[in-house]
């Protein structure tokens, strides 16, 4: 206790203690307001650009196997590993919007989220999702719910969304080939402001292809 403190009238001490703790609650306040600015202010970002040199995925990946890897591939870092990693921190959802889906590692990475009990939702071109080399038939025997178009145009969007924080978008493909060969981009940020339209598209496009609305025949007016 503060000297003398206990010498004062016992209203005027209590009334300085509940001043005490509401100026400190202010000031927590205060903080937290801070805190949050500082965060809007500086919304984590990172850029990939590939081709992506050939690398081990294994760890990543989970895949059984020696400790350390014994296989000849190089082992660092790469812009493919890294999106592995982004790919692979979701805890709750998964929301993919993609052109073309073939790359092997990103199919392993999303159906081991799957797994992991991570609700994955994935939007699709329905020209390319049976192309050869394709996941898309891979991750539906797996219990991913898919949808696809049933346009003329094609659904040529590239983005990814993670716990519905985090968009993952570029011109990248998720193929082998623009993986390994192509000059692509990829720009992951966890900003509201970005993701917030990303998702809202999402879901617009995941209700627009519920197959509850596909009208794979005619009627017979149409046909007239």
Excluded at 3 to 21: I, Q, S, T, V, Y
Excluded at 140 to 161: L, N, P, T
Aim: glycine share 6%; aromatic share 10%.
């Amino acid at each position: 206790m503060w000297p003398g403190l206990e010498a004062l009238p016992w209203r005027w001490a209590g009334g300085a203690a509940l001043g005490l703790g509401l100026a400190l609650e202010a000031l927590a306040l205060l903080v937290r307001r801070w805190w949050r600015r500082r965060r809007r202010r500086a919304p984590r970002r990172e850029v990939l650009f590939f081709p992506s040199p050939v690398t081990c995925t294994a760890a990543l990946l989970g895949e059984p196997g020696p400790a350390p890897c014994l296989c000849p591939l190089p082992h660092g870092d790469s812009p493919l590993a890294r999106l592995l990693r982004r790919l692979l921190s979701a805890r709750r959802s998964l929301e993919l919007c993609l052109f073309a889906f073939s790359s092997p590692q990103l199919g392993r990475a999303v159906q081991l989220l799957h797994r992991r009990g991570v609700r994955v939702r994935l939007v699709t071109d329905s020209d390319y999702m049976v192309l050869t080399g394709s996941q898309i038939g891979r991750l539906r025997q797996a219990g991913i719910q898919v949808r696809h178009d049933q346009e003329s145009g094609y659904m040529h969007h590239k983005f990814a969304i993670v716990d519905k924080k985090v968009l993952i978008t570029g011109s990248l493909n998720w193929t082998t080939q623009a993986i390994q060969n192509n000059r692509e981009n990829v720009l992951i940020v966890e900003d509201a402001e970005y993701v917030e339209p990303f998702l809202a598209e999402f879901e617009r496009i995941w209700e627009e292809y519920n197959p509850a609305n596909y009208k794979f025949f005619p009627t017979e007016k149409e046909q007239k």
